[in-house]
């Protein structure tokens, strides 16, 4: 079933569960994806990020995929514009259908964070899209913005930014960051900005950067408070790695055969982050509707094989 991630978060942040939100931008991901929730019942949340969007996924392209996808499932399926920053792609992804939007105006100070986040709100709420906003910043592994305290999320700012707000849920900064962190390093993560966030509000939590953050982290996260954990680079680190292995092995395979097993890979690596998350089993907490009709199984066509 497609829905917006407030329907699903609400439910995680009242049951103390986290959810895996994974980027997917393209029909392998999407349905190894959804197809690793399906099999553990759990809810799920695609992520789009701005700049997949404009360069690969395009949203009139994707929004009818994952849609169509998500409604063969009994599961709930949100999908989120990922990091939007600019009001035409804003609005672009609000005008494809996505379920959802993220706003992220955590360069600035909280004030202009406040008024940008309130202009999405009141575009996406009277339409049933549900926003999620950041404060505090989360920035890049590379540069090793983890570790910049300065960057940190405030939890005494966190309910003056949701009261004059409204946001659906609230992206922290406690010790994590985006992309690939250098090689050995996993990330100190600040589990008492999690507890202070999760003391003053119900708002769902979301943890950004959590590729290669370590798995008994993400758990310790979740334990904590959060309720959205974002994985991008090391579901597609991992789907890569195995189309690797599957050319190394035979590097006549056919590409169907290919994009079955990156769809495989991406379903593997998909349910390792859900059991992470602790979200198995929570689809029967929604409305069932019906069942998921197209496994990755189906591809295996015997063609070329
Ligand atoms: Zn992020």
Redesign the pocket.
Known sequence: MYTDIKTILDDASKNNYGVLAASAINLELARGLIAAADELQAPLIILMGQIQMTKHARADVMVPLIRTLAEETNVPVALIL??GRDWDVITHAFRNGFSSIMIDASAYEMEENIKRTQKIVELCHPQGVAVEAELGH?GQASSGDQDLSEFYTKPEDVTEFLSHTHADCL?IACGTA?GQYPKGVIPQIRFDIIRAVKEVTDVPIAL??GSGSGDENIKRAVEAGINKV?VCTEIFNYVRDDIRKALDENPDLDLLSLVSRAERAAKEIGKHFILLTGSQGKAANFQKTSGFAHGFAELNLGIGE
């Open positions: 990922d990091h989360v992206a985006h950004h950067g974002n």
